[in-house]
């Protein structure tokens, strides 16, 4: 070929080269999808037998004894009189030992959080139990005492004593954990013996009836015995503890649910100095903000958490009032009333702390210093009532209302000293009968001030329409529990 030619060539090349724009960046973005391809190759385990080798010596297999009361004897299961009477009464005196006491047995699974003998698991598979008996994955058992207990978590810490360090695991960060992560559950299932199941997180911060729930669900198979077990991470961290399914059956369906190692580090720790859980306890009745409240409080976010009592206590020290919304505890903000619950009762009993308040349309900003929930619940702090009396009725927002009046208090159970408007009716089709509002409800506050009579609940609804409020918030009282319900008003 002559010098001539492959010049040519050599410039015919360069201009497809230079002429092809489209074909280089497809060619880029085949590279980077086959690149994404390869590193999620990579970030799917291809197995986790290793991480089952590692971690299965620390996890154990609970066996509870309990005496259990025998059957007592129940009414004849014959007419008396009946030819058969003798014979039935023969029959049950060969059968009294039925009655006497017996030992039952119950399996669970927990997990070992310390070479010195510390294990982990659930209330419901210790309760009630006069032995416990742990049982290792190389076969040998120990008896263990129990620790401490916390039913509002369903966790428990038991102890065991051994000369040999055991094989322990370490708890993880739950809130780490996403939507879609791999996870793997070890336990005893059915008394089966120890067993490994791998799933995902299928949800976070799941509740299902605790005031502390925080529960990660997962579709790692879950059955009866691995109550207790161990949710691990894949980097071998303890990140829940697997304590229910929801299942028609009995069986796994795919939807477990683990208690967040978050919540339970915080109450293993305290079982394991106090023997017992020692909450931080602010001292207010609250409910969530809606959407109504909101504009009738003038909050431009739905968030937060409602003050509707103020009983003695912490926060009534501090200043707190019925009406407040608690916007910020502690430096976090707060979202709702769960998230509230949570935050004050994983804070040190007896810390003072800054607690934001929405008050009159301004922020305000408290020192409150906790008490100790346990001893609250204790002494069952009743709810603070208003009191007075002016009798007169109107209808008002679909209501008919009246001022408390004796007869009135006599027969709804007030104190004699109540105060407020009296719902006497509503009507079905009113925004008051659709918001709850019944008959036999006590109105004592609207637009977070007190009212006593119905010229003071108009002035109120006044006062709001004419700031350019579309409802007012009202304190209702029933059976001398408080909530707040925001009202719609009408334009005149």
């Known amino acids: 070929m002559s010098n001539q030619a492959i010049s040519r060539s050599t410039v015919r090349s ?6 092809s724009p489209r074909a280089l960046w497809t060619l880029m973005l085949a590279t980077l999808l086959v690149l994404v391809q390869a590193v999620q190759a990579m970030a799917r385990p291809e197995s986790f037998a290793d991480l089952a080798d590692r971690f299965s010596p620390s996890v154990v297999n609970i066996t509870t004894s309990t005496m259990v009361a025998g059957r007592e004897q129940g009414s004849p299961i014959v007419p008396e009189g009946s030819p058969f009477e003798d014979f039935f009464r023969e029959f049950q005196d060969r059968n ?9 047995s119950a399996l669970g699974s927990g997990f070992v959080i310390s070479e010195d003998g510390y294990i982990v698991t659930n209330n419901h598979v210790i309760s009630g139990a006069d032995e416990i008996t742990i049982e290792f994955f190389n076969g040998e058992e120990l008896d263990a005492e129990l620790v401490g207990t916390d039913e509002k978590t369903d966790i428990a810490l038991l ?7 055991l094989p322990y695991v370490n708890f993880g960060d739950s809130d780490l954990a996403r939507v879609g992560d791999w996870v793997v559950a070890m336990g005893n299932p059915l008394g089966q013996g120890f067993s490994v199941s791998a799933g995902i997180v299928s949800a976070r911060n799941r509740a299902l009836s605790g005031t502390y729930d925080d529960y990660i669900q997962t579709d790692a198979a879950i059955n009866r015995g691995n109550s207790g077990g161990p949710l691990f991470n894949l980097d071998g961290e303890v990140i829940g503890v697997n304590t229910a399914i929801l299942s028609p059956t009995g069986g796994s369906i795919g939807i477990g649910f683990s208690m967040a190692s978050n919540v339970v580090k915080g109450v293993v720790d305290q079982l394991k100095e106090y023997g017992e859980t020692r909450r931080g306890w602010l001292g207010v009745r609250i409910q969530d903000v809606t959407e109504d409240m909101a504009d009738a409080m003038g909050l431009e976010e739905v968030r937060g958490a409602m003050v509707s009592d103020v009983p003695e206590g912490p926060a009534m020290e501090a200043g707190m ?12 903000d707060v979202e709702d009333t769960r998230g509230l619950v949570r935050q004050v009762g994983n804070t040190q009993v007896g810390k003072t702390v800054r607690v934001t308040v929405w008050r009159d349309g301004e922020t305000e900003t408290l020192r409150v210093t906790l008490g100790r929930r346990e001893e609250a619940e204790a002494q069952a702090v009743p709810a603070a009532q208003p009191g007075g009396d002016e009798p007169m009725e109107k209808d008002l927002m679909g209501m008919s209302l009246s001022a408390v009046t004796e007869d009135l208090a006599g027969q709804l159970g007030l104190d004699a000293d109540a105060e407020g408007l009296v719902v006497r009716d509503v009507d079905q089709a009113s925004d ?9 409800d006590l109105i004592t506050e609207a637009g977070q001030q007190q009212i006593a009579t119905i010229g003071d609940l108009e002035e109120r609804v006044a006062a709001a329409r004419d700031a350019g409020r ?13 909530r707040f319900v925001a ?3 009408s334009e005149d």
Not at 14 to 19: D, H, I, N, S, T
Not at 96 to 104: E, M
Not at 321 to 332: E, R, W
């Open 487 to 489: 009202l719609p008003i």
């Open 96 to 104: 009294r030992g039925d009655r006497a006491p017996r030992r039952s």
């Open 470 to 482: 579309k409802s007012i918030l009202l304190l209702i009282r029933r059976e001398g529990e408080p």
């Open 159 to 165: 102890k065991v004593e051994t000369d040999e360090p």
């Open 321 to 332: 009032k019925a009406g407040d919304v608690i916007t910020s505890f502690d430096g976090v």
């Open 432 to 440: 008051a009968y659709e918001k709850g509002l019944r008959a036999g």
């Open 14 to 19: 360069e201009q497809r080269v230079m002429l």
